[in-house]
């Protein structure tokens, strides 16, 4: 498996602003993906980050409130826009196609809390 | 759609105790089979996988077959410890993309 790393690991935002999370592997991925864990939640798919055209999103989430970048087969960032209490989650990355595989890896996660 | 259903927890056992967390799944065609893991404050791990009908994963002690008879994946283990108490997803990968299906979780505490 890769090494995923994300930015920040934890914050604490107020209300009415923006926050960028960053996503970086340490090897070339063919697929990056955005999902929320929402308090005591499961996972929930955001959208999937496209390198160089835009991200695809999930019935319930638009681009105007989670804009997401993917500039390179190494990177990609998930803004939290205009931020309500509602948006305090877990926000993980996951890659896939790691040497060809199947399977999806995942960052450690972003923890928010909105106030 | 393709979707997860996993056993409701919290689940609690004793240390050396058998574990089972069982999992059943809708999808159409073939899918791959995940268990993944998430111990407190991190984020998830991939604890194994199965990818066609009667394969076996198993990793750490933790083992689940794919039967595709039962729509199952149900997850094992013959002795718990308290360093396993955390929460387990169970998840399919179908025709949407490459995304995952997840279960709702168990949350799975150990006692000594």
């Known amino acids: 498996s890769a090494v995923i790393s994300q930015k920040p690991s934890r914050d604490i935002c107020q209300r009415g602003t923006s926050l960028t999370i960053q996503c970086q592997v340490d090897s070339q991925v063919t697929m990056m993906f955005w999902y929320r864990q929402q308090p005591g939640q499961s996972l929930t798919l955001i959208a999937t980050?496209?390198?160089?055209?835009?991200?695809?999103?999930e019935s319930g989430f638009v681009i105007d409130k989670f804009p997401i970048s993917r500039p390179n087969l190494t990177f990609s960032t998930l803004t939290v826009s205009n931020m309500s209490p509602e948006d305090s989650s877990i926000y993980l990355c996951?890659?896939?196609?790691?040497?060809?595989?199947?399977?999806?890896?995942f960052g450690p996660g972003t923890r928010l809390l909105v106030l | 759609g393709d979707s997860v259903t996993q056993m409701e927890g919290p689940v609690t056992l004793s240390e050396e105790a058998f574990l089972t967390i069982n999992c059943t799944y809708t999808?159409?065609?073939?899918?791959?089979l995940f268990w993944y893991v998430q111990y407190p404050g991190e984020g998830l791990q991939l604890l194994l996988k199965a990818t066609k009908a009667d394969d076996k994963g198993s990793n750490k002690g933790f083992e689940a077959t794919y039967r595709k008879e039962t729509t199952s994946f149900h997850l094992e283990k013959g002795s718990v410890q308290v360093s396993d108490s955390a929460v387990y997803f169970c998840?399919?990968?179908?025709?949407?993309?490459?995304?995952?299906?997840f279960g709702q979780g168990t949350e799975l505490s150990v006692k000594p």
């Open positions: 999808a159409t065609g073939y899918p791959s």
């Open positions: 998840a399919l990968s179908g025709n949407q993309g490459g995304k995952l299906i």
């Open positions: 980050a496209n390198q160089g055209s835009e991200a695809t999103y």
């Open positions: 996951s890659v896939k196609g790691l040497a060809g595989q199947e399977t999806q890896y």
